[in-house]
């Protein structure tokens, strides 16, 4: 049965695993989208509108995304709960084990940051009232702003943290940590975390200066 899964630590972590490296694809997909917005305001619209026109599909990709999420908390959640329960009590002195990143050292607290941001983002933008203003409207008047401008960077760079681990990480507990690939996806996780950085990053400051 499906919900035997969430008994093991292996099962949660590799549920964890699969919702990580759909949100990933999710993610390349929203910033191509986003990258539009360098076309001008007729381009980023135009997207936007043929977005719309799906109608029906976007609605159940988003239900979609939404089960991910709960299941991507949950699960996270639960395997941090254990964590504590299994060493109440830390060492004074931490020895830094092998390979041990800012990634993989704040996976819990970078997730939830995330969780926060999205719980903003998606009333500032997604379920925005607008007012006779388009999308493009709404996102330069967001970043007009310069506390909108440095908690948006901001959190991107927490997401960029996040991922840096979360990829390759992904990668092993699905089966995938063969000694002659996982470097290169290591490389590719660390080249993955940065354009996500760098492409969502850059956004608000080049409307802000352009705008």
């Known amino acids: 049965m499906f919900f035997n899964i969430f008994k093991t630590s292996v099962g949660k972590k590799i549920i964890m695993s699969a919702t990580g490296l759909c949100f990933c694809g999710f993610i390349v997909i929203h910033l191509v989208g986003n990258l539009m917005i360098y076309g001008g305001k007729d381009s980023f619209n135009s997207y936007v509108e043929h977005l719309h026109s799906l109608g029906f599909l ?5 239900f979609g ?4 999420a ?12 254990q964590n504590i329960q299994a060493r109440p009590l ?65 959190a991107v760079i927490v997401s960029a943290i996040h991922i840096s681990h979360g990829f390759w990480s992904a990668f092993q507990t699905l089966g995938g ?20 950085g760098v492409g969502f990053g850059l956004i608000p400051i080049f409307i802000s200066l352009s705008m």
């Open 58 to 62: 976007i609605v159940i990709f988003e």
């Open 65 to 68: 995304l939404l089960a991910l």
């Open 70 to 81: 709960i299941l991507h908390v949950a699960t996270g959640t639960l395997l941090f709960y």
């Open 90 to 154: 830390r060492y004074f002195k931490r020895k830094a084990a092998g390979g041990r990143t800012i990634g993989s050292a704040t996976m819990p607290y970078t997730g939830f940051l995330v969780l926060i941001f999205i719980f903003f983002h998606l009333p500032e933008f997604h379920f925005a009232s607008r007012d006779g203003q388009t999308v493009f409207d709404i996102v330069v008047g967001a970043f007009s702003q310069i506390g909108t401008i440095i908690f948006y960077v901001g």
């Open 177 to 196: 940590a063969h000694p002659r690939y996982m470097p290169a996806v290591k490389k590719f996780g660390i080249f993955f975390s940065l354009a996500v």
